[in-house]
């Protein structure tokens, strides 16, 4: 676009795509999947630790995604950046897409950042993720395979100094339907802490993805949220998903069922 | 993306965008500005004289769209190709997107087409437009522009034989705001016969630029239809922009008003 005729050239990080020829339906969706910060952003005025924080990433996400997706016979597509640099879950001109401040920690490099540097990293990560998920879903549709939009996140146990007891968050933006069946199906053959709209909802303007690529095409879709600390290693990664999949495939089978019945 | 690794290569059919740099907050939006049919589908099965008509395109639209930009610093995109090859105001999974029957004409080169050759419209014309309007939107949201999207397109005098009375249609997705600003200044301040969600709605399926590239955002956002008897000549188109280019605004301020108001 010719806005760009005055800046610095950039390069752009396009998303991940693992297993784009799977035969089902579900697309796992990790916009926070990796903590890299590209050389040309710095540290971003933060610690080694806090770069490997989540404040940076979702620890766990997608681990369990790429498990989810063996099993469902599903697509993964990830991010290759980190949300400090740009939250691919949010819209450029929010505040919260390259957040000045995290949890508790100031990110001093992005402070005062100018509209330049917000275009800049809008079309270096932002663009390139959102037209490769946009292409991925709308090949798909194309041939007729109707795909179910499923982003995966993590949360944080303890958040501002405050225990968090919800295990597993289900969140929805106007289309409720698979949401809903999805914490029903959970709350009945888990004994996950299930909650629907936890810890944050679409209110928290954390549900872009699903607006912006679920919606205007009337796919089924959900957000889910796990605490991180029950997907910290490689084999609780791995049971998450196994106790998950089924849920899942039940939750999309109960809104097929209601579509039929209406 | 993977899905296309045994289809034949297709070029590939960017929209065209005139006064990138317009510092107007309006984006004149023409989905079917062109009647042009790529070599490779060769005539579709029509008339040359069918190719001209309004099943091919919106004649017109582009035109007056045009003038609307200069007259308010506005941002026009535009389609290169027809319709009929791929309406890029309709999802890929929408029959309505590769016609086999246009009003009272079959397309016959629209006819029992694979979904390997649905795929290959959509990566062909559908994704480069869907994504180009995409990253014009993006950029000038995060530049904090806040675009305001107006489709414009034209409809035909005779639709099946029957005469069609309205002169403009201002239609709406979910988001009603502007469109009944537009609406309403328009019938209080031209001798224009006027109609919300006319001759179209979206019931018809007719708002899916608006649903999946100004929704997602937040923004501003309306469909105008034009009668096309009168924006057939140079003048007429003129005249019609200039009409329009102060209801328009009229539509805008009233929206801030009201947002300011509650």
């Known amino acids: 676009m010719a806005l760009s005729t005055?800046?610095?050239?950039?390069?752009?990080?396009?998303?991940v795509i693992e297993h784009p020829d799977a035969k089902g339906?579900?697309?796992?969706?990790?916009?926070?999947?990796?903590?890299?910060?590209?050389a040309e952003w710095?540290?971003?005025?933060?610690?080694?630790?806090?770069?490997?924080?989540?404040?940076?990433?979702?620890?766990?996400?997608?681990?369990?995604?790429r498990k989810l997706a063996e099993l469902m016979d599903g697509v993964v597509i990830h991010a290759p950046v980190s949300r400090l640099v740009y939250d691919c879950n949010r819209a450029p001109d929010k505040a919260s897409a390259m957040p000045e401040t995290s949890e508790i920690y100031d990110v001093s490099g992005n402070r005062n950042i100018s509209s330049q540097e917000r275009l800049r990293r809008t079309e270096a990560v932002y663009l390139p993720w959102a037209n490769g998920l946009h292409n991925l879903i709308a090949g798909r549709i194309a041939l007729g395979l109707r795909p179910?939009?499923?982003?995966?996140?993590?949360?944080?146990?303890?958040?501002?100094?405050?225990?968090?007891h919800v295990e597993f968050g289900v969140i929805h933006d106007n289309d409720l339907s698979l949401a809903v069946a999805?914490?029903?199906a959970a709350s009945k053959h888990t004994r996950l802490h299930t909650k629907l709209n936890a810890p944050y909802s679409a209110a928290d303007d954390v549900t872009h993805t699903l607006r912006a690529q679920a919606l205007p095409y009337g796919l089924p879709n959900a957000m889910l949220e796990l605490r991180n600390d029950l997907i910290a290693t490689k084999s609780t990664q791995n049971e998450m998903a196994e106790l998950l999949a089924p849920i899942l495939n039940m939750g999309l089978v109960e809104i097929q069922r209601q579509a039929k019945a209406s």
């Open 6 to 15: 005055s800046r610095p050239s950039t390069q752009r990080f396009d998303p």
């Open 182 to 184: 999805i914490q029903a």
């Open 42 to 65: 710095g540290d971003l005025g933060l610690t080694a630790e806090q770069r490997m924080a989540h404040i940076a990433w979702d620890p766990g996400a997608l681990a369990v995604s």
């Open 148 to 164: 179910v939009i499923v982003t995966v996140h993590s949360f944080t146990p303890v958040y501002q100094g405050k225990q968090r």
């Open 25 to 38: 339906r579900f697309i796992f969706v990790c916009e926070h999947a990796s903590n890299m910060i590209p």
